[in-house]
């Protein structure tokens, strides 16, 4: 078997109707992987195209603005891989930013990607079985951003309930890794991207000298998952075209 492959292994990505998770979902489906295609909206879209591909998948509405929303999903299904990719952003001044976009934010971005793993770590543990974590976290993970309080210190707890649940799991077979993306041409980007400005200045701080790909994310999460990664454990990788090695 390939170090890279997921044959035989059932995965469920978070927000994967466009964007990020929609690459996530199709590069697991690639190796392998039988996918659900969860999100708030249809993942309709994304399932045609692992589909039209001759991949399996399919696809759940699940809304993680209620955190709890995961808490019975795992127990007998069979899911080896979970990948935390849904969040939300709002933008405001710190001095305006209202305590509803706060709680809006944390409650999709941190709150409910820890208990949708300790939903998913809770069974594998009770079956014995091994299986893979991927969060999506993001260079705000690292620093301080700007006008984006709430996504700022929710991508900072991603980072630090990746590590302690690494540091419980690992004993047991589990891995739980983060993915850090930069700047990538996603929803919630686009109002960045058509600031000129603001995406000279970006590029700008880009050796690789482009906006990411959600494909160069899906590719990382692939490999994350697999055999190949068997060691990979408590990592933020950063994929980022460079931006955080200036």
Known sequence: MSLFSLTGRRALVTGANTGIGQAIAVALAGQGASVTCAGRRSCAETVAEIQAA??????????LADPMAAKDLFAGAGYSILVNNAGIIRRNDSVDFTEED???????????LFFTCQAFGRELIAQGQEGNIVNVASLLSFQGGIRVPSYTASKHGVS?????????????????????????????????????????AILERIPAGRWGKPEDIGGTA????????AYVNGAVLNVDGGWMAR
């Open 54 to 63: 001759g991949g399996t998948a399919e696809e759940l509405i699940l809304d």
């Open 160 to 200: 630090g309930i990746t590590k302690i649940l690494c540091n419980e799991w690992a004993g047991k077979g589990i891995t739980v890794n983060a993915i850090a993306p930069g700047y990538i041409a996603t929803n919630n980007t686009e109002a960045l991207r058509e600031d000129p400005e603001r995406s000279r």
């Open 102 to 112: 706060w709680d809006a934010v944390v409650d999709v971005n941190m709150k409910a």
């Open 222 to 229: 692939a490999y994350l998952c697999s055999p190949a990664a």
